[in-house]
């Protein structure tokens, strides 16, 4: 399998159809079927006791299985997302970005599934995984 967008064209196409949470992300690795996507953690992500709220890990997984589809299917912006969950195994390190490691498991005509792990920045132990499933719009 070959992907069908580069970092730089799927950071082009987040700032211009996503402009609002763009700049809270950055892919530090892609090939085909995976991602990496950091989210750059400041206080609007933070919940009070300055840990990283649940909505925005999820945002980050959410993110990461957009990505990683469009990397493989190419810039389908009404790709979405019909099923999320999320297990929040341990709390996130103080003043660390979260990292998330995203695969896909199935790329279907129809449908994509992910498996996402998030990580605190530098820390062996996941803090959340997530399980995405995408619908595909038809080409």
């Given amino acids: ?18 402009p609002q949470v763009a700049p809270d992300f950055a892919i530090d690795r892609l090939a085909p079927m995976e991602i990496d996507l950091r989210l750059k953690v400041e206080g609007r992500h933070l919940r009070p006791g300055g840990t990283v709220s649940g909505p925005s890990m999820f945002s980050l997984a959410d993110c990461a299985i957009y990505l990683a589809v469009l990397a493989m299917i190419g810039p389908q912006g009404l790709a979405v997302t019909t099923n999320g969950s999320i297990d929040f ?11 998330a490691r995203c695969r896909l498991l199935k790329l279907g005509r129809v449908l994509a599934v992910g498996d996402v792990l998030m990580y605190s920045d530098g820390v062996d132990q996941p803090v959340a995984r997530a399980s995405m499933t995408y619908s595909i719009p038809p080409r």
């Fill in 1 to 18: 399998m070959t992907l069908k967008m580069e970092v730089a064209e799927l950071t082009d196409f987040m700032a211009a159809e996503f």
């Fill in 89 to 99: 195994m341990r709390k996130p390190a103080s003043g660390k970005d979260i990292v």
